[in-house]
């Protein structure tokens, strides 16, 4: 391995330091070319053969985006506080990165939504998305209504604080806080979850990855907004119709076969199996 890119978000002491600590190591292997995810928003960087990104889900998501149409594997470095897509601990970074730099790994490629927003039959916003899409409503604004279109067939109106459109990467995301159900993440598929719905019998569906997704805005409300994965965000009006469907691009993710799936789901959801009754 010849080139890499070291990714964060440097205006937080903690990633700068560690950062400026392994980069005299770093360069005893590679050439690394260090970016700040608080300045660069967009990297197409020629010749790099991966990105290593410290910090949390967060700047996996940004990085994921800043690469646009030329993405490269992806390995995170968990330095927040939930960690979903981070593959390394930081205690173990030299040791992990070593085994990459030989090859020691896999690449996991997952979905992307393609998102777009129109208005008046013009494109307003365009956007690609790791976890999910969603609309929804400020906390002062009522119920919002947004009619729900598959493949050309109408599905539902909702009712509702908001919808989620949801990859499976994402659905330990937005989905899961409002009810959504857990996929692998290698699944080509869909999570449409409403949030807080007006109307019980509105559940989480899920959908084939190959869909197309449109949905319109029915209310005539101020503070409405199209948010993806809680980083791009466009206000929406009455009439507005968003289109999600999969991206022809896919994100790689380094799997360097220290954790898994399951794993995760047991470590940060604490499914820690037998209940602790206590005792009398």
Known sequence: MKKILILGDLSKKKISDTISRLK?????HVTAEILDLSKEKKFEKPGAEI???FGGDGAILSTCRGLGKKQ???VGVHMGRFGFLAELMEKDVCISLEKIFIGNYQIRKRLLLFCRVERAGKLISESMGINDAVISRSSLS???SIKLNI???DVATYRADGLIISTPLGSTAHSLSAGGPLLTPGLNAFIIVPICPHTLTNRPLVVSGDVKIEMEILSQLSGTGFTVDGQVFTEVEMGDR???ERSDI????IDTGTRTFYGVLREKLNWGGQPNYGRN
Do not use: C, H, M, S
């Open 24 to 28: 005299p190591w770093l360069e005893k």
């Open 51 to 53: 990105a290593v990104v």
């Open 72 to 74: 490269i594997p992806i």
């Open 142 to 144: 009522r119920l919002v």
């Open 151 to 153: 493949d050309g067939e």
């Open 242 to 244: 968003v289109k999600v």
């Open 250 to 253: 896919e994100v790689q993710l």
